[in-house]
């Protein structure tokens, strides 16, 4: 059964998914018609290989997959995220995956690089699963060869837990993988600290 073929209920809980929104970009629930701009963005080497399981090339029928696969448990969030014209520029999620911990995972287009969208898209979503979510804590990673991405988690209050080896889609092999964990306690310290910075 292809994507068209399904019912958005049976697909996408969008309608139980909030839309979040940042000063620059507006992080929703995936929709069907999503597909296309999805498999046009990540159809690209340099997204695949920083991702454990986005394949390349990626096509129309893997962003299907993709998104018939996304935000089917209570536990699980994904969003798009887009700019305030609604041009999606990435994905970033929350999903239990391996370990005690969700994993939070993330994406932008290459074009998109650069410009701290990934670092605002991801403390929205951190935001989200502790205060929403009631998550305990969140694991993420990055490759050891990603220093800007390890740079986006240790700016949202991630500290380094060890390296692993991961299994990477695009490679056909595993590379090494920085660790990461994020207690509810230090996101809500930064918090705290955040507001009292803002007041002062």
């Avoid at 690089?113 to 990934?118: F, L, R």
């Avoid at 060890?162 to 509810?184: H, K, Q, T």
Wanted: hydrophobic share 40%.
């Amino acid at each position: 059964m292809t994507l068209s073929e399904l019912t958005a209920s049976e697909t996408l809980r969008e309608g139980s998914i909030p839309v979040l929104k940042t000063s620059r970009l507006i992080l929703r629930a995936p929709r069907l018609e999503d597909a296309n701009s999805v498999a046009v963005l990540a159809n690209d080497r340099r997204i695949a290989e920083n991702t454990a399981r986005i394949p390349h090339p990626y096509k129309l029928a893997d962003a299907s997959q993709w998104l018939a696969q996304g935000n089917k448990s209570d536990r699980d969030v994904l969003f798009v995220v887009s700019l305030p014209d609604g041009r999606i520029i990435g994905a970033c999620g929350v999903g239990l995956l391996e370990g005690p911990l969700p994993e939070l995972g993330y994406w932008l287009g290459t074009e998109f690089w650069g410009k701290g969208y990934a670092t605002e898209a991801v403390r929205a979503v951190i935001d989200y699963a502790f205060e929403e979510l009631q998550h305990d804590g969140l694991q993420a990673g990055a490759r050891v060869t990603n220093p800007t991405s390890r740079r986006v988690l240790e700016k949202c209050g991630f500290q380094w837990t060890g390296v692993g080896l991961y299994r990477i889609r695009a490679l056909g092999s595993s590379a090494p993988i920085d660790r990461f964990r994020l207690e509810r306690a230090i996101w809500a310290s930064l918090k705290t600290w955040a507001a009292v910075r803002k007041v002062a």
